[in-house]
């Protein structure tokens, strides 16, 4: 059986084919649109960041030397308001009123807080700390030069990054087009959410789990609803999965008699890289491709579908993204309890993961298996625990990802 590095160096490498690799064409969105999509450009300053010397506080703008004495006394000359400079020249004895954010005056070299000022009459003010030389004030370009560059291509736009494309003067924003995703789930059993399940039914969750976590990924999904497992609804409603970016179904790929999904992917034309992974849960996973479409048949118990999608389908669609990070981020933790390895299979399974002491401590939650999505959202984590003979013991380290 297929380890589970292996099986996700298949899938990036067949994303990243000569033919296929520009696949995901780039297209301007509004600014206000483009939180969590994948920047496509460098984004360099247009101007000095500040482009003046700017106050960051309310006070007065001195000469630091005027002040090394204290109580000083020193005469108002003029105001700067944020928006408005001073036409001024601060001499020796003089100061300029300031506000946050108004440029800096000539001659002034610090900003004392007007907290530490009295004012005895109108034109005067007495200052009763001092200051040192810029303080109080943040200099031209002392966050970044003009033309510098502050955000990289191929990053996932946070909010620090939309305020910063905001002050760069970027209406519009250069992203990756996202991924069109087709969600088919299987199964004669299943009903839809609305629905009451009769004896020997259960409602699809599976469509929802795949949905968000398509969004998430910064896919663009659809679902196709149900398919029973018939070669006849199956094929229709695979045929349309097909013509999308990414085709996900998920149930029927397991050894059942029903389990018809691999037959139609082969009658389809779908040719298959794997159809098996040494992962516990998620061991019936098959993955291939169809013309442009990438194609994953993921095991149908629930917990089953969402750890695979995790490892092998949100890799895909962040690398037909072009972003940065590509792999989901696997952090370490020290065990509290001791775990069961499998020889034959990697266990990815729900668990506790809480921090203490400076570091992160984890400990397998209790879960009845791969269709508990109780104990799943019970569960802070999946545990990675390694394919080997023997048990990993308490205190030793293990691997995991967070769950949201
Ligand atoms: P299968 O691989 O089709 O045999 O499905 C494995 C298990 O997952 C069965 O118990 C199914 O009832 C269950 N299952 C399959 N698809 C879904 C779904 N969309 N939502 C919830 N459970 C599902
Ligand atoms: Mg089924």
Redesign the pocket.
């Known amino acids: 059986m297929l380890p589970v590095e292996r099986g996700i160096e298949i899938v990036l490498s067949l994303a990243k084919e000569k033919n296929r690799e520009d696949r995901m064409a780039a297209e301007f969105v509004p600014l206000r649109d483009s939180i969590s999509r994948i920047l496509r450009e460098d984004v360099c300053c247009d101007a000095d960041s500040p482009p003046f010397d700017k106050s960051v506080r309310d006070g007065f703008a001195v000469r630091s030397e005027d002040v090394t004495a204290i109580p000083a006394t020193l005469k108002v000359i003029g105001e700067s308001r944020a928006g408005a400079g001073a036409s001024v020249e601060v001499r020796r004895g003089e100061c300029c009123e300031i506000m946050t954010g108004a440029p800096l005056p000539k001659g002034a070299d610090a900003v004392v807080m007007v907290e530490h000022t009295e004012r005895p009459a109108a034109d005067s003010v007495r200052v009763l700390k001092t200051v040192r030389e810029n303080e109080g004030l943040l200099r031209r370009a002392a966050e970044a030069r003009e033309g510098e560059r502050v955000l990289e291509a191929g990053r996932r736009i946070g909010l620090a990054d939309l305020g910063l494309l905001a002050t760069v003067g970027k209406a519009a924003v250069k992203v990756s087009q996202k991924p069109q995703v087709a969600i088919i789930a ?4 299943l009903v839809e959410v609305q629905e009451r399940p009769q004896p020997a039914q259960i409602r699809n969750s599976n469509s929802y789990t795949l949905y968000a976590q398509a969004l998430e990924a910064g896919a663009s999904p659809m679902l196709y609803g149900i398919a029973r ?1 018939n070669l006849d609804d199956l094929r229709n409603k695979i045929r349309k999965g097909l013509e999308h970016d990414v085709l996900i179904v998920s ?2 790929v397991s050894m ?1 008699k ?2 018809l999904v691999e037959n139609v992917f082969a009658e389809c034309g779908v040719q298959v890289l794997f159809d098996k992974i040494a992962m516990k849960p998620g061991k019936p996973t098959v993955f291939g491709y169809h013309e442009r479409a990438y194609v994953f048949g993921l095991p ?1 118990n629930p917990v089953s579908t969402i750890v695979s999608f995790h490892m092998f389908v949100r890799p895909l669609i962040r690398s037909l993204l072009k972003a940065r990070e590509i792999q989901p981020e696997i952090l370490d933790a020290r065990l509290e309890t001791p775990a069961k390895c499998d020889p034959a299979r990697e266990s990815i399974v729900p668990a506790h993961v809480r921090f203490e002491g400076g570091g992160y401590w984890i400990s397998s939650a209790v879960w009845k298996g791969s269709s508990d999505l109780v104990g799943l959202a019970r569960a802070n984590a999946l545990i990675m625990i390694p394919r080997r003979e023997g048990t990993l013991q308490a205190g030793e380290t293990a691997r995991f990802l967070a769950l949201e």
């Open positions: 299987t199964g004669d059993e497992d149930g029927g059942g029903y389990d149908g």
